[in-house]
Nanobody, 112 residues
Framework: QVQLVESGGGLVQAGGSLRLSCTASGSIFRFIAMYWYRQAPGKQRELVAGITKSCVTNYADSVKGRFTISRDNAKNTVSLQMTSLKPEDTAVYYC??????WGQGTQVTVSS
């Protein structure tokens, strides 16, 4: 059984920064890839960023140049550094690794 626990969410003003962390129970090295998704009220969950075992990354167009995903295998952690935050980044952010493991989510609220 895999458990993913997110942390680091909060309230920030537009233009500010936050760093989210996802800590897994056990080694993340076994995971082919890990992802950050987000879900805003009334909207579908969407992919924000992903990172493979070999550290190849991908980003949603809406966050390219502002968000950076990284992984620390020694700490079993995947992080999402978010900068230049916008009100439209407001959502619950979830950590995910296939085939179907999800964290409980962490709220990010960006005020204008």
């Amino acid at each position: 059984q895999v458990q993913l626990v997110e942390s680091g969410g909060g309230l920030v003003q537009a233009g500010g920064s936050l760093r989210l962390s996802c800590t897994a129970s056990g080694s993340i090295f076994r995971f082919i890839a890990m992802y950050w998704y987000r879900q805003a009220p009334g909207k579908q969950r969407e992919l924000v960023a992903g990172i493979t075992k070999s550290c190849v990354t991908n980003y949603a167009d809406s966050v390219k140049g502002r968000f950076t995903i990284s992984r620390d295998n020694a700490k079993n952690t995947v992080s999402l550094q978010m900068t230049s935050l916008k009100p439209e980044d407001t959502a619950v952010y979830y950590c995910h690794t296939p085939p179907g493991y999800w964290g409980q989510g962490t709220q990010v609220t960006v005020s204008s």
